[in-house]
């Protein structure tokens, strides 16, 4: 999975539906004060830097955010250069937006090297915990390798995953947020959390170019990459599917290859069948599916055949050369990928471009 690419994902998760929550966080005016009354942003001596506070405003209202975070920047190997000019440098509207940010302390910046975030609790109170994790395929869950940070103040930090610049296919990052009336998020960069029902816990203060969004994909896009998808699911276990679909010359589709499995495990459904793309407006095209389950695990031969016919919306982020991510909502018919949870919910599917 290409994790290190932040931006696409969030754009997503902020598309999908919430539901209610109470709760408000004042500005203190003294956090954020220095103890010789210097400003501990930019500005003059003795301002208060009000940022942090704006961003915890921010969270408030209906969703029910436990944390915001926000994409900065990739950067392979050690920095040579300190962190928060080198954040400044690459993203200057958030640092000039929040510029709190340019005074996070060393003790707050975790790793050197790979996508750098920054990570912000509602509460300031809350408790925020970071560890670093390795994917243990016998238990099919992640082990906990250390305890980069923990603090229970609610501080902001800065905050490098992926040092292995996306190679590989899963994280090696968790982040626990626990507010003080001891609600509680497990966050894997790089796709914010959401429960079952569609509600974020993670809000995304981004700041967005033009040249940022989503755009319909072309059928040559599409083809000859193996879209992957993997979740965990409640019960534990680990899902994974891909899709391959190869483009007949001269036309806008053709043949495609869907299947599901365990991790570790034979695939569960394999559909075969034909594909077809049409644009549907500027951002968005529709993947039509018109495939039968022929066989996997749960193929019985001679049964009524399972049909998965219907036109899906699919999207890919602008701005990059290759089409990294795909977005993959419910068929206009009601109609959800096999294997994909949870139903009723736009999945992410990743590009590996080294098949096909």
Not at 137 to 149: G, L, M, P, S
Not at 168 to 191: L, M, Q
């Amino acid at each position: 999975m290409k994790q290190h690419i932040f931006v696409a994902l969030l754009a997503l998760v902020m598309t999908l539906s919430l539901c209610a929550c109470g709760g408000q966080v004042q500005p203190d005016p003294n956090k954020g004060k220095l103890p010789n009354g210097e400003s501990d942003g930019s500005g003059e001596s003795g301002a208060y830097d009000d940022s942090l506070d704006l961003l915890r405003q921010e969270m408030e209202g209906i969703q029910p955010y436990l944390f915001a975070a926000a994409w900065i920047g990739d950067g392979a190997g050690p920095l040579e250069s300190d962190v928060r000019e080198w954040a400044e440098g690459m993203s200057p509207n958030l640092c000039a937006r929040y510029t709190f940010i340019k005074s996070i302390p060393d003790e707050r910046v975790i790793g050197n090297g790979g996508s750098l975030y920054c990570v912000v609790p509602r509460d300031p109170d809350a408790t925020l915990v970071v560890n670093r994790i390795v994917w243990n395929e016998e238990k099919r869950d992640y082990d906990i390798v250390e305890t980069a940070y923990r603090s229970e103040s609610g501080e902001p930090i800065l905050l490098f995953i992926c040092a292995d610049m996306g190679e590989s296919p899963y994280p090696d990052t968790e982040i626990i947020v626990t507010d003080s009336s001891d609600k509680s998020v497990k966050w894997y960069p790089a796709v914010l959390p959401i429960d079952g029902e569609g509600n974020e816990y993670g809000y995304d203060f981004t700041p967005y170019g033009d040249d940022m969004g989503w755009a319909g994909p072309t059928a040559e896009q599409l083809a000859s990459v193996n879209w992957t998808w993997d979740s965990e699911t409640p019960d534990g276990d680990y899902v994974i599917a891909e899709m391959r679909l190869e483009k007949q010359s001269g036309a806008a589709g053709g043949s495609v290859f869907f299947a599901w499995q365990y991790a570790g495990e034979d695939y569960q459904e394999i559909y075969e069948g034909r594909w077809t793309l049409e644009p549907d407006g500027e951002s968005t095209a529709l993947l039509r599916l018109d495939m039968e389950c022929t066989g996997g695990v749960r193929y019985q031969t001679g049964e009524m055949p399972v049909n998965i016919e219907d036109s899906f919306p699919v999207q890919m982020p602008k701005g990059y050369e290759d089409a990294t991510y795909l977005l993959i909502s419910p068929g206009i018919g009601g109609t959800d990928l096999p294997g994909c949870g949870p139903t009723g919910i736009t999945q992410i599917f990743y590009a590996d471009y080294s098949v096909g």
